[in-house]
């Protein structure tokens, strides 16, 4: 089982309750690790197959799987 870092968007309906938003998306497998209520934005990880199981919860917009990249250190042969 794989974990993935996600970005959730709050529906604009539901920004006044993001914080019954983010116990909704815990209780559906999400561990989350940072709520930006200014924004409307809930950081968090879980499974790769719960991710359906979230955006069905009631108040959000928009999932988005994080991107990741790594620079090859500074005195690296290939820049």
Do not use: W, Y
Request: net charge negative.
């Amino acid at each position: 089982m794989a974990k993935v870092n996600l970005t959730v968007s709050v529906a604009d309906s539901h920004l006044d309750r993001i914080l019954d938003v983010a116990e909704g998306l815990r209780a559906a497998g999400l561990q989350v690790q940072q709520i930006m209520d200014a924004i409307g934005v809930i950081i968090g990880t879980c499974e790769a197959e719960q991710v359906g199981a979230l955006s069905q919860v009631a108040g959000v917009a928009h999932i988005e799987k994080a991107q990741g990249f790594q620079l090859q250190p500074p005195d690296s042969p290939i820049q």
